[in-house]
């Protein structure tokens, strides 16, 4: 067994999103870039709705993926291939803009509370001008792993038993939400071949030996297990892989694409209202 250890540590970054929403950056900042095939990570939340009412409204997207997961709250989102809905407590959102899609995301507060996070995900060369996809899935339905100390929610991948229903095929996704009392342990297998990390949102958690304070997220070394354990007052952290693409990423705003031309190309479809496919 080879543990992967923390190979690059980072404070969240608050940063202006959207009509003016502050969001906590870690991945996508200066801090670390892209590890890929992961773009970017945010952490929003807040029990102000002042913070965050506005949202975050109509805006494009082409050439990656988006997946939303809301840990309290909801979020009314409506999109360019007439999907619209509320993505509700517990729910995750996944959304492959690919050739061009513009949507709306407006957070919400429930019984006072709001946060959650989203992730981009790259989209391999070949897929980046495809038709546009969309997976949405209810608390209800994400399988739950519970043990003496220990509660694993599967979004992607697979833990024990418990697998989860995203399913991304160009990076073999896995996504775990992992609660764990004070003391207790964490352990799991991953493909070696996986690039990995850990983003620490309650509480604290060593890693192989590592501390981890709340609001750390922890990029991987090579290996092909990882452990954690909670400190004294537990953890809640998210752990995610994903296989690299190896491709060259430029990116602008809200385009992700190979190359320079492909993303003036973005800008010009977008001014000339193009950008989404009839």
């Known amino acids: 067994m080879n543990i992967r250890k923390a190979e690059h540590i980072i404070r969240a970054n608050a940063v202006r999103e959207g009509a003016g929403v502050t969001v906590h950056r870690t991945l996508g900042t200066a801090g670390l870039r892209a590890l890929d095939p992961f773009l ?13 009412i506005a949202g975050f409204p109509e805006h ?31 729910g995750v ?22 946060r959650g996070f989203q992730l981009w995900i790259n989209l391999p060369a070949r897929e ?23 509660r ?21 996704l896995h996504y775990l939400d992992v609660s764990l009392l004070a003391g207790a342990d964490f352990a799991h297998a991953l493909p070696q071949e996986h690039q990995a990390f850990v983003y ?34 537990g953890a809640r952290f998210i752990l995610v892989s994903g296989r690299p693409l190896g491709e060259p990423i430029v990116k602008h705003g809200p385009f992700v694409m190979n190359t320079q031309a ?9 001014r000339a209202g193009t950008l989404v496919q009839a």
């Open 60 to 90: 494009p997207h082409r050439g990656f993926i988006t997946l939303t997961y809301m840990l309290d709250g909801h979020m009314l989102h409506r999109d360019s291939m007439g999907n619209q809905g509320d993505l509700k407590t517990g």
């Open 200 to 233: 620490v949102f309650e509480g604290d958690a060593r890693l192989a030996q590592t501390p981890l304070a709340q609001h750390s997220f922890a990029a991987l070394g090579d290996g092909d297990s990882v452990q954690l354990q909670a400190g004294a007052n």
């Open 152 to 172: 694993v929610k599967v979004l992607a991948g697979q833990y024990h038993e418990a697998r989860g229903p995203i399913r991304d095929p160009h990076t073999d």
């Open 93 to 114: 959102q996944w959304m492959k803009a690919a050739s061009g899609i513009i949507h709306s995301e407006m957070p919400q507060q429930t019984a006072g509370l709001m």
């Open 262 to 270: 492909e993303i003036e190309r973005a800008l010009a479809d977008y």
């Open 128 to 150: 980046k001008m495809s038709a546009p996809d969309y997976q949405e899935y209810a608390a209800a339905t994400l399988p739950v792993h519970a043990a003496d100390g220990l």
């Open 40 to 52: 970017m990570l945010d952490h929003f939340g807040s029990d102000d709705p002042d913070e965050y």
